[in-house]
């Protein structure tokens, strides 16, 4: 039954309830983003505007993706070590198309905007607005289809429109997106899609990806968007900091009409003219009748903790440890509790948003496609963010050896059998304590 109470609302009414409600809460004598020029709205383009020419920027998007992927995952259906058909398809899939750089960029480029995709270009011959056979329109497989992969295509949401999504609500796939119009470059020889052109593309060839989901599983949050002022910010001082130097290493000039000649006016163009060779050629001195000519003080500032400040700010609200926002220089200055800190977001990512989110869904779709074999279940893991140095390694076992010698040196064995001290305050394992106390 049609409910006459129903009035849907847009994204566009949502952002602007918002801000309505928001300007009443703040101080209503003055706006803080029309005086510092921030943008009310920020579509994707201009997400990717700045992603493209601000370094920070995309530092920002890059940052957690980029140390995700350091090390690549391992996708296995048992821990035997023979390998099973599975492991060696995708093997072999992996080797041929380099997947795992094409989901560290889907990764990356789903952060520019609210959104990205992954299309998958299958040899069904089909049109690419054409569902693929073997999966339903409720996304279970069906059937026994078998395709093979060509390539794969990512793109942000700067040239991705979502076309039309699922409406009936008993689809397990309502809200979803249906089909996609995506704004093509040239993909490979031999693919017949021209540069530039837009396609309509059905939802079994896209892999959809939104990170910092929220209140809906089709658009995130753009990895920009909480520190865009800040970003917008750095524009400024950076912009302006740079200029500033242009304009004050070249002192300006004044000049002046000596006053005991009387109602004297000096020749503009002539003076015009004289300037000119004095400032773009190689004259070294002015000429000038009845005037003098004085230097101005520039006014030059160093911005760097203006820069610092904004930068802090921004490393605080991606909760990146500073020095390892940084770079690789100042991060091998930061503490150990701070790189430890780091290592277990990134993990906490990879664990909670990366496998289940992208990498699981990917190879889920291979199989469901029939590009990889059906297996009852497979398991996706990465291995240690980092490992230890050579230094870090000498500087542990120097500490153990000293702590060996003074339990030796202390006599508490009869308080602390060795074996106990080894496994339960040393930490070391059954195996190792037994090696050890034997001498084997």
């Excluded at 209503?28 to 493209?52: K, S, V, W």
């Excluded at 809200?175 to 996609?180: A, I, K, M, V």
């Excluded at 190689?282 to 000038?288: C, E, I, S, T």
């Excluded at 030796?408 to 106990?420: A, H, R, W, Y």
């Amino acid at each position: 039954a049609h409910n006459n109470n129903f009035h849907p609302i847009n994204d566009s009414s949502i952002s602007l309830l918002r801000k309505n409600v928001l300007n009443k809460l703040l101080d209503p004598r003055r706006d803080i983003d029309q005086e510092c020029g921030y943008p009310e709205d920020i579509t994707a383009q201009q997400f990717r505007y700045l992603y493209d020419r601000e370094g920070i920027a995309e530092r920002v998007v890059s940052m957690y993706p980029t140390e995700c992927w350091a090390v690549d995952p391992k996708v296995y259906e048992t821990e035997d070590a023979d390998p099973t058909q599975f492991e060696e398809d995708f093997n072999e899939l992996q080797n041929s198309l380099n997947i795992w750089a094409y989901l560290s960029r889907t990764d990356i480029m789903s952060g520019i905007g609210r959104f990205g995709v992954l299309l998958l270009g299958l040899d069904d011959g089909k049109n690419l607005s054409e569902p693929v056979d073997g999966i339903s329109e409720t996304g279970e497989k069906v059937g026994n289809a078998q395709h093979e992969l060509l390539y794969l295509r990512v793109f942000d949401e700067s040239l991705v429109d979502i076309s039309s999504k699922e409406t009936d609500p008993s689809n397990p796939r309502f809200g979803q997106p249906t089909f996609y119009n995506i704004t093509f470059g040239t993909i490979n020889e031999g693919i017949n899609i021209d540069e530039g052109t837009m396609h309509r593309v059905h939802w079994t060839r896209v892999l959809h990806v939104a990170d910092n989901r929220m209140s809906s599983e089709v658009y995130g949050t753009s990895r920009m968007q909480p520190v865009y002022n800040r970003l917008y910010d750095l524009r400024k001082l950076l912009g302006g900091s740079a200029e500033m130097f242009w304009k004050g290493a070249f002192p300006g000039l004044s000049f002046e009409v000596n006053p005991d000649l009387g109602d004297v006016e000096l020749d503009a163009t002539a003076l015009r003219a004289e300037f000119d060779s004095y400032s773009n050629g190689l004259q070294r001195y002015l000429a000038l009748a009845g005037g003098q000519a004085k230097s101005l003080a520039p006014q030059v500032a160093n911005p760097e903790a203006h820069i610092n400040a904004q930068i802090k700010a921004i490393a605080i609200t991606l909760g990146i440890p500073h020095r390892i926002f940084m770079g690789s220089e100042a991060a091998q200055l930061a503490s150990s509790q701070d790189k430890q800190t780091w290592e277990n977001r990134v993990r906490h990512r990879q664990n909670k948003y990366v496998i289940p989110m992208l990498i699981r869904p990917f190879v889920q779709r291979l199989i469901d496609l029939g590009v990889l074999p059906e297996v009852e279940q497979f398991q996706v893991t990465f291995d240690e963010i980092s490992t230890p140095s050579e230094e870090d390694k000498a500087r542990v076992a120097g500490i153990q050896i000293e702590a060996v010698s003074k339990y030796i040196q202390s006599g508490v064995d009869t308080l602390i059998p060795p074996m106990e001290f080894l496994t339960m305050i040393m930490g070391m394992k059954s195996e190792q304590a037994e090696a050890i106390g034997t001498g084997g």
